[in-house]
């Protein structure tokens, strides 16, 4: 369904009562009775498990797909780590790090951008188109890679943070590669019906502040400039631990709305965040959603949303993509604490 989305993202700022928007998509599979696997080589099943989370979380600002961080680079040609329970992760680089210098650049120039729809890229497009028929109260989000995320999974990630210092141009020939793919990437999701989409790009939240904007806020920029109008979104999501260092870096990429990890304090980011632009988080995925309780949970939110409701942009969110096989009782728990808040 096609929305203006920046007057829904108008509204969201005005609005008293900010809906929430977790990052709810993998624990479908308690809901449709399936494992992991099962969801990310279906699109049907995808697009069922979307409008049953949907259908569960009427209080829910918008429908957000599968934060699946492997499927791009598998299509890069990079072997994937799958279970029935766990969300997909890339086992090995496609560079070869032992390689010699000249070498990795000779692999990284020789690298083919791959076609959308290779591998599980089709699958997942498909999905969306599906879910977008299904799910008409609310905006649907696709999610993709960010593009150092990308490329750290291509290079190894901790190699990747050494060769932004020492091999750059051989990085930035990898960037380029994976910037050009997810741009065609999430042109097609436009193309499928989703109103945004939401980029995790949660590697450049190792960064320095003097390596961001180079290796990761220019791609990012690119990426946005490319796709994002006033019926297409793009939040930027990032969980690093150097996010209130790189702000700057982070802002500079002109995404409508910013999503933040728990891994940092969401008021002070507000602190120094623009007041015109929704800024969400971060209530911890593993420690609350996966393993609290539905006390610690609502004791979470809360206290949360007591720090932070004050600041207009603030949206109540996960910190990140909520695991597989967290509790439905601690996720309804998480929109309870909203509405406990809310109706206080």
């Given at each position: 369904?096609?929305?203006?989305?920046?007057?829904?993202?108008?509204?969201?700022?005005?609005?008293?009562?900010?809906?929430?928007?977790?990052?709810?998509?993998?624990?479908?599979?308690?809901?449709?009775?399936?494992?992991?696997?099962?969801?990310?080589?279906?699109?049907?099943?995808?697009?069922?498990?979307?409008?049953?989370?949907?259908?569960?979380?009427?209080?829910?600002?918008?429908?957000?797909?599968?934060?699946?961080?492997?499927?791009?680079?598998?299509?890069?040609?990079?072997?994937?780590?799958?279970?029935?329970?766990?969300?997909?992760?890339?086992?090995?680089?496609?560079?070869?790090?032992?390689?010699?210098?000249?070498?990795?650049?000779?692999?990284?120039?020789?690298?083919?951008?791959?076609?959308?729809?290779?591998?599980?890229?089709?699958?997942?497009?498909?999905?969306?188109?599906?879910?977008?028929?299904?799910?008409?109260?609310?905006?649907?989000?696709?999610?993709?890679?960010?593009?150092?995320?990308?490329?750290?999974?291509?290079?190894?990630?901790?190699?990747?943070?050494?060769?932004?210092?020492?091999?750059p141009d051989m990085v930035h020939?990898?960037?380029?590669?994976?910037?050009?793919?997810?741009?065609?990437?999430?042109?097609?999701?436009?193309?499928?019906?989703?109103?945004?989409?939401?980029?995790?790009?949660?590697?450049?939240?190792?960064?320095?502040?003097?390596?961001?904007?180079e290796f990761s806020g220019d791609?990012?920029?690119?990426?946005?400039?490319?796709?994002?109008?006033?019926?297409?979104?793009?939040?930027?999501?990032?969980?690093?631990?150097?996010?209130?260092?790189?702000?700057?870096?982070?802002?500079?990429?002109?995404?409508?709305?910013?999503?933040?990890?728990?891994?940092?304090?969401?008021?002070?980011?507000?602190?120094?965040?623009?007041?015109?632009?929704?800024?969400?988080?971060?209530?911890?995925?593993?420690?609350?959603?996966?393993?609290?309780?539905?006390?610690?949970?609502?004791?979470?939110?809360?206290?949360?949303?007591?720090?932070?409701?004050?600041?207009?942009?603030?949206?109540?969110?996960?910190?990140?993509?909520?695991?597989?096989?967290?509790?439905?009782?601690?996720?309804?728990?998480?929109?309870?604490?909203?509405?406990?808040?809310?109706?206080?």
């Amino acid at each position: 369904m096609k929305r203006n989305m920046d007057q829904w993202m108008k509204e969201m700022l005005e609005a008293p009562e900010k809906k929430a928007l977790p990052v709810l998509s993998f624990p479908s599979v308690q809901l449709l009775g399936i494992t992991v696997r099962d969801l990310i080589f279906d699109a049907e099943t995808q697009a069922k498990g979307m409008k049953a989370v949907a259908d569960r979380t009427p209080g829910a600002g918008a429908a957000v797909s599968l934060m699946d961080l492997s499927v791009e680079a598998e299509c890069f040609g990079a072997p994937i780590y799958i279970t029935d329970d766990e969300v997909p992760t890339v086992k090995a680089p496609v560079i070869d790090m032992d390689a010699e210098e000249d070498e990795r650049m000779e692999q990284a120039q020789a690298m083919a951008v791959p076609s959308v729809g290779d591998c599980r890229t089709g699958i997942y497009i498909e999905g969306i188109r599906k879910a977008t028929e299904l799910i008409t109260d609310r905006p649907v989000f696709a999610g993709v890679i960010g593009p150092f995320s990308l490329a750290g999974r291509l290079l190894d990630v901790t190699s990747a943070m050494v060769y932004c210092y020492d091999e750059p141009d051989m990085v930035h020939e990898v960037l380029k590669k994976s910037t050009a793919f997810i741009i065609e990437y999430i042109k097609a999701y436009k193309e499928a019906g989703a109103n945004g989409v939401m980029i995790a790009e949660p590697l450049a939240g190792l960064l320095s502040p003097s390596l961001a904007q180079e290796f990761s806020g220019d791609y990012c920029k690119e990426i946005v400039d490319a796709v994002q109008d006033e019926n297409f979104a793009v939040i930027y999501h990032n969980c690093g631990n150097t996010v209130e260092m790189t702000l700057d870096s982070i802002l500079s990429c002109g995404a409508a709305a910013y999503h933040f990890g728990n891994a940092s304090d969401m008021e002070n980011i507000l602190k120094n965040f623009p007041a015109d632009i929704p800024c969400m988080g971060n209530i911890d995925p593993a420690a609350e959603f996966r393993n609290g309780t539905p006390e610690s949970i609502e004791a979470a939110t809360l206290g949360l949303m007591e720090k932070c409701c004050k600041y207009p942009n603030f949206v109540i969110s996960s910190g990140c993509d909520i695991p597989p096989e967290s509790s439905w009782d601690n996720i309804d728990a998480f929109y309870g604490a909203v509405d406990k808040f809310y109706n206080k």
